[in-house]
């Protein structure tokens, strides 16, 4: 409806569509008031996802514009739903399906990709969706959720994402007896050909897309997930968000507590409920955070504690620890069999919640922190909504608004007894990978340091306002996201060229500059071709 009428004549299409030329302002307005009719989150994902289908600018437009209102729908909590109903609500396939039956021929799958020049592509298997568990290929919402906040918060060029679920099968019963699940019906293959598939599927993407191509690994199993990110680091150009981008936004959320606190990240002690990929990846930032502050690494992970299913993470407990867990493996500190008792024996200054495991945060919990600490720090960042271990509502009742709450999923303000009104921060890898993503794609990084992501953390702290501070939250409003994004891609720019990181030359020189030049714009393209005379030109010869 927007284009005009000599594009609908040139097209060929005029009289196919009504003779009202429409702007883009009245289509977005038009867009907007449907989905305010809409009240089921589900029913909303499936209207944006259309949309995205037939006018893809348009719906980023309307995507940025109220990008805080449209995040949980298009990326957690609603996206989870949509994964676990892929098949039932399923219109049209968005993305590259491989799977393990296609070993040996996945270079060819890739060409069968329309976009020759892909700058970055999110990668899962399946197996650990947000904390929902194995959803085998349904899990194809996350990357096409993941790409879609490239695109809205860093302005990553849509076609040059790519979205891949890699289908080795799937251990859930109740998808393999499913009618309308739609990916291979068997266990989950766990043999060498997996590792096969995955080793073939790296080399076929930088053999067509170039060696600096961004891979992003997505909701990879735990026993997975560290061991592909030490294999394929120091080879391609790649991280997990589950562990680097998880680990960047929760210390940022600390490095803004410590301000509101005015304690130092040294003199913290953190406990975590969880054990897995996000607790890990948190803690080695931690760590590296207080080492660049001066302490020892052993003095850091002294500092550090992990409480899992099996109690808490200290020597000779029955339950055996894996290699990656080791160091954060501390004597015993007393007689621990619950996670309050924890609390109570380690007395941290701060709990976070990463074990995708519901309510565990109880109410004595919060309440041992408010004892503990005149401002306890309570992140519970486990995903989707109905994961967190607790609400901001209980959080900042039970610690009498005293404490700095930070949940992966959005809660709304919260107001006290007193009228006191707290806006709770939201710990959203969205503030991390994007603007990582862009400064990675624009600098030509080949391998992405763990340093990358600690800059990206002191970058978001940064931008936290003192007013917001004092609203309660951690983070800048979602509503800024754009704009924070595009400040973490300069400032990771400036770094990894500092560091020598970086390998597109000429270096720019005004990197803000240069940055925000990349920035795709909504605007439809002409469809007009190129018209112009030849001055002075005659085309026949004159005849006396």
């Known amino acids: 409806m927007a284009f005009t009428l000599q594009e609908r004549q040139i097209l060929g299409i005029h009289g196919l569509l009504p003779p009202k030329v429409e702007t883009q302002d009245i289509q977005a307005m038009r867009f907007q008031r449907n989905l305010k009719k809409m009240t089921d989150p589900l029913e ?39 994964c676990t109903e892929y098949g039932h609500i399923f219109r049209r396939p968005k993305g590259l399906f491989i799977s393990i039956l296609d070993r040996g021929h996945i270079r060819s799958i890739l ?79 766990r043999s060498q050909a997996y590792d096969d598939l995955i080793d073939e599927f790296m080399e076929a993407v930088v053999d067509r897309y170039g060696q600096d191509t961004l891979i992003q690994f ?27 981008g998880t680990a960047s936004v929760a210390l940022a959320g600390l490095l803004a507590a410590q301000r509101a606190i005015g304690k130092p990240l040294t003199e913290h002690r953190v406990l975590f409920l969880g054990a897995g990929e996000a607790a890990l990846g948190i803690a080695n930032l931690i760590v590296m955070a207080m080492m660049e502050l001066g302490m020892t690494q052993s003095g850091a992970r002294e500092k550090i504690w992990m409480y899992d299913a099996h109690g808490l993470l200290v020597k000779d407990r029955a339950q055996k620890t894996d290699a990656n867990q080791e160091a954060f493996v501390h004597d015993s500190p007393g007689d621990v069999k619950t996670f309050l008792d924890a609390v109570n024996s380690i007395k941290p200054t701060a709990i976070i919640g990463v074990a ?25 960042l486990s995903n989707p909504t109905n994961k967190a271990e607790c609400t901001a509502e209980d959080a900042y009742t039970l610690t009498d608004g005293r404490c700095l709450f930070a949940s992966g999923s959005p809660f709304g303000p919260v107001t006290l007894s007193d009228g006191r009104v707290f806006t709770p921060g939201q710990g959203n890898n969205a503030y991390i990978f994007p603007g990582v993503a862009l400064a990675v794609i624009l600098s030509g990084v080949r391998h992405i340091s763990d340093t990358v992501f600690l800059e990206a953390a002191k970058t978001l702290a940064e931008q936290l306002t003192d007013k917001e501070l004092e609203e309660g939250r951690l983070y800048p409003p979602l509503s800024n996201i754009r704009e924070v994004s595009v400040q973490m891609a300069v400032k990771v720019v400036e770094y990894v060229y500092a560091k020598g990181m970086a390998f597109r030359y000429p270096e720019p020189l005004d990197k803000n500059g240069f940055v925000r030049a990349t920035a795709w714009n909504t605007d439809y393209d002409s469809f007009l071709p190129d018209t112009y005379d030849w001055p002075g030109v005659r085309f026949s010869p004159k005849i006396n």
């Open 44 to 82: 909303k994902y499936i209207y944006l996802m259309g949309i995205q289908e037939r006018n893809e600018r348009l719906f980023y437009r309307v995507l940025m514009e109220d990008i805080e209102e449209l995040m949980p729908i298009v990326y957690t909590p609603t996206v989870g739903l949509a």
């Open 111 to 189: 060409d069968n990709w329309p976009e020759t020049n892909v700058a970055a592509v999110v990668v899962t298997d399946g197996e650990r969706i947000l904390g929902l568990g194995d959803l085998g290929c349904y899990g194809m919402g996350i990357p096409v959720g993941k790409l879609c906040l490239y695109t809205a918060c860093a302005g990553i060029r849509p076609e040059k994402c790519l979205p891949v679920v890699i289908d080795v099968g799937t251990d859930n019963e109740t998808l393999l007896k499913d009618p309308f699940y739609m990916g291979l019906y068997q266990k989950r293959d």
């Open 218 to 244: 997505e909701d990879f199993g735990n026993h997975n997930a560290f061991r592909f990110l030490r294999k394929y680091r120091e080879k391609y150009c790649t991280f997990n968000d589950d562990i680097q």
């Open 356 to 380: 995708g495991a519901g309510r565990l945060f109880t109410q004595d919990v919060i309440k041992a922190m408010g004892i503990l600490n005149e401002r306890p720090i309570i992140f519970a």
